[in-house]
Nanobody, 119 residues
Framework: EVQLVESGGGLVQPGGSLRLSCAASGFTFSSYAMSWVRQAPGKGLEWVSVIDSGGSTSYADSVKGRFAISRDNANNTLYLQINSLKPEDTAVYYC?????????????WGQGTQVTVSS
């Protein structure tokens, strides 16, 4: 059974940092691209970042230069380092696994971790 479990969210002041984690199990983690997707209050899903199986990364323009995605294949864990946080980064952050052979056709999602940026 595929499981994705996020952690690391919290309340942080503007300009602060957090590191989100996503513990994966039930599939060959190293073989899949993995993404972070967020949902701000009252808004739709917004793709944030992807890292492919080879370690290549891509980011949404809204987070480029402030967020860094990484993975630890030995421990089946996906990370998102988020720096220089802004109030508009407030959202539930999800990690997502795509269908085999795709980058963005997600078939599994975690439960999400809340990030709140406020003074």
């Amino acid at each position: 059974e595929v499981q994705l479990v996020e952690s690391g969210g919290g309340l942080v002041q503007p300009g602060g940092s957090l590191r989100l984690s996503c513990a994966a199990s039930g599939f060959t983690f190293s073989s899949y691209a993995m993404s972070w997707v967020r949902q701000a209050p009252g808004k739709g899903l917004e793709w944030v970042s992807v890292i492919d199986s080879g370690g290549s990364t891509s980011y949404a323009d809204s987070v480029k230069g402030r967020f860094a995605i990484s993975r630890d294949n030995a421990n089946n864990t996906l990370y998102l380092q988020i720096n220089s946080l802004k109030p508009e980064d407030t959202a539930v952050y999800y990690c997502a696994k795509p269908e085999a052979g795709t980058l963005y056709a997600y078939d599994y999602w975690g439960q999400g971790t809340q990030v709140t940026v406020s003074s």
